[in-house]
């Protein structure tokens, strides 16, 4: 089975800061990996996936991640963020298979102040 | 392009009434289908999905039960409501085999009081 650590809850930066929020997962097989952003009372956007590849990528609003398997992580990075970056992320996994559900974080809210 | 609608946005009930969510997908065939539960502070938990037109998984036992009546339709529903129900409801898609990432639809938020 897998699992996935989002190792912050909160987050809070200034407005064109650099930001990382960190993604830990575990898995006994290869693993596909995503990235969803969730703004107040709305559903969840995907922001980027790894399939495979590239271990470096690049998402939608500026994001990017890098999946690291020898440390079982997949880290999201912004190098300067905006007011409107606030918002929770979930880090998801999923192991394929033929049913293909997601296993999510527990999110990490980033706040990002003027 | 694929779209996902939920009804209602919002939904307001006593404890004890019965519920029913509608989910449809616009704009492919054969999705699976997801209903989360995401509760106040805490992150999302998978209720049911669905590989197929009656086919219903359940991951978690509860009060609630979920139906595929067409392809791209998805009811979440529930007999008699408790008030550890109250939460924000997402359905998502996912695109034919080969693809693994899931689509989210707008939510709805039940309050049951």
């Known amino acids: 089975a897998q699992s996935v650590t989002q190792l912050d809850s909160q987050v809070p930066v200034f407005e064109e800061a650099p930001v990382e929020l960190r993604c830990n997962y575990s898995?006994?097989?290869?693993?596909?990996l995503f990235w969803y952003v969730q703004y107040p009372n709305q559903g969840l956007q995907l922001l980027l996936k790894y399939l495979s590849g590239s271990t470096l990528v690049k998402g939608i609003n500026g994001f990017e991640a890098e999946f690291n398997k020898s440390q079982t992580s997949f880290h999201l990075r912004k190098p300067s963020v905006h007011i409107s970056d606030t918002a929770e992320y979930f880090c998801?996994?999923?192991?394929?298979?033929?049913?293909?559900?997601?296993?999510f974080g527990k999110g990490t809210l980033l706040t990002v102040n003027p | 392009s694929q779209t996902i609608h939920q009804w209602p946005a919002t939904l307001v009930q006593p404890v004890g009434s019965p519920l029913s969510l509608e989910c449809t997908v616009e704009?492919?065939?054969?999705?699976?289908l997801y209903w989360y539960r995401q509760a106040a502070g805490r992150g999302l938990q998978l209720l049911f999905y669905?590989?197929?037109?009656?086919?219903i998984s359940s991951e978690v036992p509860q009060n609630l039960s979920a139906s595929r009546p067409q392809d791209r339709q998805f009811i979440l529903s529930s007999k008699k409501l408790l008030l550890s129900d109250s939460g924000f409801y997402l359905c998502a898609w996912s695109p034919p085999p080969g693809r693994y990432e899931q689509y989210f639809g707008p939510g709805t938020r039940l309050t049951v009081t």
């Open positions: 669905s590989v197929g037109i009656g086919q």
């Open positions: 704009g492919t065939s054969n999705p699976n």
């Open positions: 998801a996994v999923s192991a394929g298979g033929s049913n293909y559900k997601l296993t």
């Open positions: 898995s006994s097989v290869s693993v596909y």
